[in-house]
């Protein structure tokens, strides 16, 4: 143990004092090191597993590592645990790294967190449709039945629309998660086409909301993962932690032995030592030996940087990735146009804003009290457009939705640009990846299974289960021997 240089991470955000309401709130301490504090205590043996990447996919292999009683050691290049779940605590706001909701009804999840210490708030299930200078609600008629009813003479797709919307989730959460798994795939704009829906539901609906889930408004996505977000968003809330996104992957830290986790430790390569061993080089030259096995829970384009030239070529043919760009607003609270906890859609199809919403709304923790924060997404880099005049052009955008005299009163706080916020996950695809692709080394990561908070700890469980798998089949081969 080395207490006196340990980095503590607290389940508490650091800007705690403008919340008077967690001030009590239990604190756990996670022990948690940097690569500089480093001492023969803390190094590891040939006897540990090591994981690369403290995201979900990570952290998920790093509890049931724990659970199964393996030693392990994780080793996260950055200030934190989280990976692209993570918050910024800025000016008194809490800042997710880009739009991200959790929804309740992930299986996994359920399996690995603690909802109710989460304290997860709700949005409104449906949306808020901007279009044709005017705003029109959609709502889930299992959870709003009779704003739903209101809604179906609406511009937002046709009354056979609203038709075709019940009778898709009926036969959708009739399905088993093996059977979206495994059946048949085109593109979601295919799969709507192909039941029916009209294009008016399509583009000022189904394109800017799961254009918004999957950072894709073309709608080239599979259909396998289209109908597995469908369904639990069908049968869950959409969510936010009343601590942040970020709180997620605390939580799963938290589950964690003293000292298994390593921050600011960059790996450079990871190399198969004869079949024997899997060898990491990190960046600062220190080498770490496993015997057990390496799982890499770091991001698709990341994977074959770290392979070094003897290993198979893992990611073939890789498709681009998907990327987007947050903002984010301040106001008063009395000054913004509604208080319901929903999410609005640029249904209008014009403008480069997708989707927006009041996330102190939906959490009143994101601000300050009486403070107001204003969540802005867009799909794509804009690579070629400055911060300000992007800033500029999605205030001018929302002036048109809300009203010049509104939007002004907006203060800038912040832009996420995040480029790789999503694998590509257009067909054909496979979501049940093998995580094997060496002798003791093993891949995990929402582009093994599914784009989702589900997938990423689904894929960590399956690499440690590949692991734990071989790891048996090789005492039973020495002992043989």
Known sequence: ??????????????????????????????????????????????????????????????????????????????????????????????????????????????????YSSLNLKKFFSGARVYYNNDFFTLSNPFRHFFDSISSLVNPIGSLTDKFLVLLTTVKIISKSDDEIYLSDEVSVLDYLTNAGFSSSIIDRFFRPFFGGIFFDTDLETTSRLFEFVFKCLALGDNTLPERGIGEIPRQLAAKLPENSIRLNSRVVSVEERGGEAVVVRLENGEELRSEVGVILAVEEPEVQKLLTENLPKIVKNRKPCRSTVCLYFTTDRSKIPTSDPILYLNGSGRGIVNNMFFATNVAPSYGPPNKALVSVSLIGMYDDVTDEELTSRVVEELSVWFGKGVVREWKYLRMYRIRFAQPNQNPPTDLRKSPRVGSRLYLCGDYQTSATFDGAMVSGRRAVEALLEDKALNRVSEAVN
Request: proline letters at 6%.
């Open 1 to 114: 143990m080395i207490s006196s240089t340990s980095l503590s991470l607290l389940s508490t955000p650091p800007h705690r004092h403008n919340h008077h309401h967690l001030r009590h709130h239990h604190r756990r301490q996670l022990s948690i090191f940097s690569s500089s504090t480093l001492t023969p205590s803390t190094s590891t043996t040939p006897s540990t597993a090591i994981i690369i990447g403290g995201g979900l996919a990570g952290l998920s292999a790093a509890v049931h590592l724990h659970s199964s009683g393996t030693p392990f050691l994780l080793l996260e290049s950055s200030d934190a645990v989280g990976g692209r779940v993570r918050t910024d605590a800025v000016d008194g706001f809490l800042l997710d790294r880009g739009f991200q909701i959790f929804i309740t009804s992930y299986p996994e999840p359920r399996k690995l967190l603690d």
